[in-house]
Structures are given as structure tokens and as C-alpha cells.
């Protein structure tokens, strides 16, 4: 099979990694992809944001399944197009991303279908936000409707935070239109965990949780970023509660949104609070999580050409999904600034000296005119590594990770920490 991975992130690097090692594909593209990209496929030079041309190489190319990473595209409704013109697609169409590009249509699905959330109000004028505010007791969250690049939700700790997010929301409009409706939400405590599960619109198969660091400090001190690093399984979310999660969550979500007539395919992430009254939802993603899926693909056991297949076929209830027991952690190396602003184009060296066991997932990297590998972004590497345990992962990832540089980079030395206290 020839197969097509949309995006160019550690997300993207990780599908492709894991794809290239099933038996059954002949050959691999990812668009546009980066330097880590280009060893375990072609890299195609099309932007995720141009759909035409992305359906395009996929016809030209003999395409036999594309896997889409990124939101945007999802949005813009990619998988809509490819189907259009017969094209195998693992993502969700337009309409079921909907549950992730719109925050108040995933909350008005949730309460409909009785699926457990924080309380919330929306807003749509500035005068009823600042009443509603006024009147409830902080902490409160604020958050804008649409996609805001992660930064859309704002946990406000005073009144007068909340009374400034909605006026930057509703009235400033520092997000466009994807604050033009505000979600005023009560504000939940408790560990988070990322649990995703494919599904064909039907059957509903939990991949293994993961959780995910926001922060770019050690502590989770200083900024949010993209994510700094990810690790599975978390501890304090076992079996059984992945169980009732996807009893009362996910299977509910999925059906709902067939019976809203937006029948879901791809693979559904949940982002989860572990509240005293159970797993309660703070958001859905239509996509794969990064970088959870760096720190989750290194531990499926089966081919994973298969199980998107089953996806886009509709005969997930048909295949066994398994799982090692190994645990895996991974943490990213960010330039030197980020979440700031930063330089490209540094040298990385050391590439080719970490141990086998250990992966390397390219984000924002490149090829420059000498053929060295150098930096392209803010995060420019995950480094993940898998052991028999917690302990035996992170002292694999933490041995490693200095095998690896770049001018000036930083990473969080505290993945996984929370599970050796
Ligand atoms: P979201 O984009 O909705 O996932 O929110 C981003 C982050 O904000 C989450 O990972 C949580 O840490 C925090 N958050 C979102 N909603 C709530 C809530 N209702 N209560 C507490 N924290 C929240
Ligand atoms: N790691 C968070 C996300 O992928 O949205």
C-alpha cells in the first residue's frame, strides 16, 4: 500500500516511524514533513493548508490511505474532499471536527447527552459575560469558542482576570471570530490525562492514556507552550478507570455524534480531569495528540496500518488492538526562547549516539544547503524512550537526551516525575 501522512510536527514523525515498519506499505509520503520525516519516507513539498494540492498528489500517487495529524486541515475538511474523490482518509469530516473546533458545540453535545463536564455558560455579548462573572465566585475559566493555537482557555484565579479574558475575548477580540463566543466554566481540580480511542463511528478502542506538560518549566513553572513532553501510562489512571471513561465518555461521544448526524471517524481524544465525582471532559481533539502520540505509538504492539484500516473501512470491532506493558517517556528539546521568540538554523549534532531503544522524533527541523541537519522551530526534537518500568524509561530518556545538542537548548527534566513520589 502507498500511504500519506499530512503535517510536519514529532506527531507526524511518530505516525510515520511506526507506519514504516508494517509489512504492507510499499511506499510512504508525508507533507510536507521535516528532516526526520525524510528518513522513513518522501517528503512532499505541499502545505497542510492546501487541500486541492494535498488530494492532488494523493490521486497522482496512487494513494491507497492518508493520515491526517493536524486540527487545521480536519477544519477546513480535508476528509470531506478526499472522500469526495474516492480517497481513503483516517480523520473525521468537517462536521465531526466540529467537536473540537467549536468548544460550545462540544459543550452543548456533552450536555444533551448527559457526558460529564464542567458546568458552563456561553456568551456571545460583552455586557451578559460581565454580569455572569461579577456574580459567581473564582477560580472560574474563560474560554474562546474556536481554535486559539492552545491558548483559548484562561483559568483565572481573580475576578478581575476573568472580567479582562472576556473583555479580550468579546471585545478586544484577540483570537478574531474564534472568540466571538465565550464559554464562562466552572473550574474543576484533579490530575489530567490525555485518553484518546479509534473509532469507525461504532466501536470505540481506547488507546493506552498518556499524560502531557503544558509548561515549559520543570515544576510546570513559566509559560504554556505546544507541549514539552508526555508519558504512558499514567498511574493514577488504570485500567479500570480507562474503562469508565470510555463508558461514560467516549462510547456517549461517539454516539451522540452519529445521532447529531455527524458520524465520527479517526481517532477521538478526550482531555480528561480526574475530579473526586469521577473522569470529567475539558476538551475533545479530532486528531492525535502531540506529543502524546510520541509517547504512545512506541508501546502498540500491533501494525498500525491495520488498525487505521479497520478505521476507514468501518471494521474496528473486527481487529485486536494490543499493547506492550513497557512504559515510555518522552521530552521535548525546544530552542533556546521558546515559547518565545528564537533563532533557526543551529547544527544538531549527536543525532546517530542515542541507544536503539531510544527514538528520536523530529518536529522543527530541516535540511539546510550543506545537508545538515539544523533547527526549524521552537520544538525541534522528542526524545522518547521505552523500559520495563517508569524508573528504567526516564533513565534511559535522561542518559540519552545529552548524547543530543543543539545551540541553547532546553528541556523539562521532570516528564514522569510525579510517578516515582
Ligand atoms: P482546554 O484547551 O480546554 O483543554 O484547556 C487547556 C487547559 O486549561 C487544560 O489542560 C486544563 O489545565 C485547563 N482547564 C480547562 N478547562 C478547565 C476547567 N473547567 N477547570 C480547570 N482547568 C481547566
Ligand atoms: N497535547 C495537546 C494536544 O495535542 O492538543
Known amino acids: ?6 503535517g510536519s510536527g514529532g506527531r507526524e514523525h511518530a505516525l510515520a516511524w511506526k507506519l514504516a515498519q508494517s509489512p504492507k506499505v510499499k511506499k510512504l509520503f508525508v507533507a510536507p514533513g521535516n528532516a526526520g520525516t525524510a528518513a522513513v519516507a518522501t517528503n512532499l513539498p505541499i502545505a497542510v493548508s492546501d487541500l486541492p494540492g494535498l488530494a492532488d498528489a494523493a490521486q497522482r500517487l496512487a494513494i491507497d490511505l492518508t493520515v491526517v495529524g493536524p486540527e487545521a486541515p480536519l477544519a477546513e475538511g480535508i476528509a470531506d474532499l478526499f472522500r469526495a474523490r474516492g480517497l481513503a482518509i483516517f480523520g473525521p469530516t468537517k462536521a465531526a471536527a466540529e467537536i473540537e ?8 453535545l456533552m450536555f444533551k447527552y448527559a457526558i460529564p463536564c464542567a458546568r458552563s455558560r456561553t456568551f456571545t455579548t460583552l455586557a451578559d459575560a460581565l454580569d455572569y462573572v461579577k456574580g459567581h465566585a473564582v477560580p472560574i475559566v474563560v474560554k474562546a469558542d474556536g481554535l486559539a493555537a492552545g491558548k483559548g482557555a484562561i483559568v483565572c484565579q481573580t475576578r478581575e482576570q476573568a472580567l479582562q479574558a472576556v473583555h479580550d475575548m468579546l471585545s478586544n477580540r484577540v483570537f478574531g471570530p474564534a472568540g466571538d463566543r465565550v464559554l464562562v466554566e466552572e473550574c474543576l481540580s484533579g490530575p489530567e490525562v490525555s485518553l484518546l480511542a479509534f473509532t469507525d463511528g461504532r466501536t470505540v478502542v481506547p488507546l493506552v492514556p498518556a499524560c502531557d506538560y503544558k509548561r515549559v518549566g520543570d515544576g510546570d513553572q513559566g509559560p504554556n507552550t505546544g507541549g ?10 488504570g485500567p479500570e478507570l480507562v474503562h469508565r471513561a470510555r463508558e461514560t465518555i467516549l462510547e456517549p461521544a461517539v454516539q451522540a455524534l452519529a445521532r447529531e448526524g455527524r458520524p465520527y471517524s479517526g481517532v477521538l481524544y478526550a482531555g480528561l480531569m480526574l ?15 502531540d506529543p502524546e502520540t510520541q509517547a504512545i505509538l512506541p508501546r502498540l504492539k500491533s501494525d498500525l496500518v491495520e488498525v487505521l484500516l479497520a478505521v476507514v473501512q468501518g471494521r ?9 506493558e513497557d512504559a515510555c517517556v518522552a521530552t521535548v528539546l525546544s530552542s533556546a526562547g521558546y515559547p518565545g521568540s528564537y533563532q533557526t538554523g543551529f547544527p544538531i549534532v549527536g543525532l ?14 530541516a535540511r539546510n544547503e550543506r545537508g545538515e541537519v539544523v533547527t526549524a522551530g521552537g520544538r525541534v526534537l522528542a526524545v522518547a524512550a521505552t523500559g520495563a518500568d517508569m524508573v528504567q524509561a526516564r533513565q534511559r530518556l535522561y542518559a540519552n537526551v545529552p548524547r543530543v545538542h543543539f545551540q541553547g537548548y532546553h528541556y523539562r527534566r521532570d516528564i514522569a516525575l510525579r510517578e516515582l513520589l
Not at 1 to 6: A, T
Not at 358 to 365: I, K, S
Request: hydrophobic letters at 40%; glycine letters at 10%.
Open 1 to 6: 500500500m502507498n500511504i500519506f501522512v499530512i
Open 101 to 108: 473546533t467549536s468548544k460550545v458545540f462540544a459543550k452543548d
Open 228 to 237: 514539552m513532553g508526555s508519558y504512558s501510562p499514567p498511574g493514577f489512571f
Open 275 to 289: 475530579t473526586r465525582d469521577g473522569p470529567k471532559v475539558l476538551e475533545f481533539n479530532a486528531r492525535f495528540g
Open 316 to 324: 474496528l470491532g473486527d481487529i485486536k488492538v494490543e499493547w506492550s
Open 352 to 365: 546517530d549516539t542515542v541507544d536503539r531503544d531510544v527514538q528520536v522524533f523530529h518536529a522543527g527541523t
